[in-house]
């Protein structure tokens, strides 16, 4: 028994390129559209960094939190009942008084969950959490 191929199979064989010629023509246009988008600079207005001694405007309050479990208002130590008065005071003298929290890496949760407490009961509006 022999077996012989059809002339035909051999125009089978070759490569039809129109859907290769097609994609690269897709892609010649799309590179030639993206690549003078891409040449373009970009007018960005980025923050400048601040110096640590202007870091903190007068109106500020900075609340520390340490490892220990104490409370430091602007570098005086406070208990948690006496920092709820400490910012009334502070939001009374000021409406615009904003608080910044820093609490250090290894403080426990609950503590800064009791403190942001009381500044919501004293009625500060604005409290900013910093590293």
Do not use: C, W
């Not at 988008?37 to 500020?60: C, E, F, G, K």
């Not at 008084?97 to 004293?122: N, R």
């Amino acid at each position: 028994m022999a077996f012989s191929a059809p002339a035909s199979r051999r125009e089978l064989a070759e490569i039809n390129i129109t859907p290769l010629v097609d994609v690269m023509l897709v892609l010649l246009v799309i590179f030639m559209v993206t690549a003078p988008l891409l040449s373009r600079p970009i007018d960005a207005q980025l923050p400048q960094p601040v110096p640590d001694a202007q870091r903190v405007p007068p109106n500020d309050l900075v609340l520390k939190l340490g490892l220990a479990g104490d409370y430091t208002l602007d570098d005086r130590p406070v208990s948690l009942a006496e920092l709820r008065v400490r910012l009334e005071d502070a939001r009374i003298a000021d409406p615009e008084t904003v608080l910044q929290v820093e609490a250090s890496a290894g403080a426990y949760y609950q503590q800064l969950v009791s403190a942001l407490a009381q500044a919501h009961a004293s009625g500060i509006g604005h409290i900013v959490m910093r590293d």
